[in-house]
């Protein structure tokens, strides 16, 4: 079969619907994916959606595929990734996600596990060439038949995990935008479960995300959080991405808490427990991380952008917590190690609930002067050739520090500046922080200076905070 190549990402797969994600391509999925979890002596696989539009249909193609290869299917119907992710460690060890994520309305794709580990990599561009040959093994005979579907409800078993799992100090009023998400359809009553009062924005999950898009990363999509924080009475508000998996936090006073701050105080408190821990993060970080990973007692170890690249990199080091910049945290002490919006919200509560003003407690936490994500839009195919180029130009002189991890990320002893390949979208992903105003001013101009030298026409908006 004919297939579009550049929706097979880094660590997913991803595309527009129907152009070149559509039913026929997630049936083939099926049938690959399937034929390689036997291989592996995986018989059952998990299968979950998002809210969008187009899942159900994709859904149920590739369940078709699955059951065609002789896979016993275990649909877990409209989820968050993370209670796909959830099946997949409690009634199974492999699974499959339908989910665009973050990206728009039109798009869709699918996370994958399988035997317990994320694929990403060759492994998936290994299911590509599988689909391309059509080289499945379609079930036959008594020796392995069809397999069948089964229907699990997964929602009471995740919600009694957590509320076992996480105990808060005191009774905490919060405010929650899901932005239409399937977020909407579970964390409210989990938040309820654990003792909040909890007042609701967007809950309703809409596929056609009328209100805002649900992507906390992005400072626009929070205005509406921030306005009920300052009508209310509430002490903090959190935001969740389309399918669940990421956190955005906001506190009273409307200061978005990105996510590497949020690593400082999850790394203190699982390092209080774990000493000496390894804490993994990715490239997009503040230079303050690190410093505050080890003066809590762990070890920090800065890595490639990546929901399976982290998660694959927590397992090798053996590591208790990782985050990534884009609000992926990844809890190994007390959890599955997945990424988990709602959880990573439940474990934030729990350590702020201890003290009177939870908002001072986030407010506490060094920061530095910073953009958010910045995106330039580039042609299908150009985002890595340019990296390429700019790591072959990039000449600092000492003190700057050079990582080539993931794209060109140079630190210097006031700051870091960061451009890289997005592995979902063709766009480069560019991050400046400086300690000061001015090192900030000073390292995105010359970031940018080096940019420009390759693509003279780089544009972005950008938004300091």
């Excluded at 009774?171 to 009062?197: Q, T």
């Excluded at 390429?388 to 630190?411: H, N, W, Y």
Aim: charged share 20%.
């Amino acid at each position: 079969m004919q297939v579009t190549a550049s929706i097979f990402k880094a660590y997913d797969i991803r595309g527009v619907v129907p152009s070149t994600i559509d039913e026929n391509l997630a049936e083939a999925l099926g049938k690959a994916f399937g034929t390689v979890a036997l291989s592996q002596g995986e018989t059952t696989v998990a299968v979950g959606r998002d809210g969008r539009l187009s899942g159900p249909a994709l859904s149920s193609a590739l369940m078709r595929g699955l059951v065609a290869v002789g896979i016993e299917v275990i649909d877990v119907g409209a989820v968050t990734t993370p209670m796909l992710y959830f099946a997949a460690s409690t009634l199974c060890r492999s699974g499959i996600q339908v989910t665009g994520s973050h990206n728009p309305k039109d798009y869709n794709g699918f996370k994958m596990v399988m035997a317990g580990r994320a694929i990403y990599g060759d492994d998936i561009q290994a299911l590509r060439q599988m689909m391309v040959a059509e080289s499945w093994q379609l079930a036959a005979g008594s020796e392995r038949p069809l397999g069948q579907v089964r229907q699990v409800d997964v929602t009471a078993a995740y919600q009694d995990r957590i509320v076992s799992d996480i105990k808060l100090a005191r009774p905490m009023k919060i405010v929650m935008d899901c932005g239409n998400g399937i977020a909407g359809a579970s964390a409210p009553a989990i938040f309820r479960a654990l003792g909040c009062e909890v007042t609701e924005l967007f809950s309703t999950v809409d596929g056609n995300f009328p209100n805002h898009h649900p992507d906390p990363s992005k400072p626009e999509n929070l205005r509406d959080l921030m306005a009920a924080l300052q009508t209310g009475d509430a002490e903090l508000g959190l935001a969740f991405d389309g399918d669940g998996d990421r956190l955005g936090i906001v506190t009273k006073g409307g200061e978005n808490i990105y996510p590497d701050r949020q690593m400082m105080l999850f790394a203190r408190d699982v390092l209080s427990r774990v000493p000496g821990g390894t804490i993994v993060f990715d490239v997009k970080c503040s230079q303050r991380l690190a410093p505050e990973i080890e003066a809590a007692g762990g070890k920090a170890l800065m890595y490639r952008t990546g929901h399976s690249l982290i998660k694959a990199r927590m397992r090798e080091v053996d590591s208790p917590l990782g985050g990534e910049m884009s609000g992926h945290i990844f809890f190994k002490e007390r959890w599955f190690g997945f990424d988990d919006g709602t959880y990573a919200g439940a474990r934030l509560l729990e350590i702020v609930s201890r003290a009177a003003d939870a908002s001072a407690v986030l407010n506490a936490l060094p920061s530095s002067f910073s953009t958010p994500e910045l995106n330039v839009a580039c042609a299908e195919g150009e985002p890595r050739r340019l990296v390429e180029r700019l790591v072959e130009l990039a000449s600092f002189d000492a003190p700057a520090v050079v990582s080539t991890i993931d794209g060109l990320r140079v630190d210097w002893p006031d700051g870091f500046g960061l451009i890289r390949s997005s592995n979902t979208t063709p766009v480069l992903v560019l991050r400046f922080e400086g300690q000061t105003a001015q090192a900030l001013q000073r390292i995105e101009a010359d970031m940018l200076a080096l940019l420009r030298s390759v693509k003279p026409d780089a544009s972005f908006a950008a938004a300091a905070h």
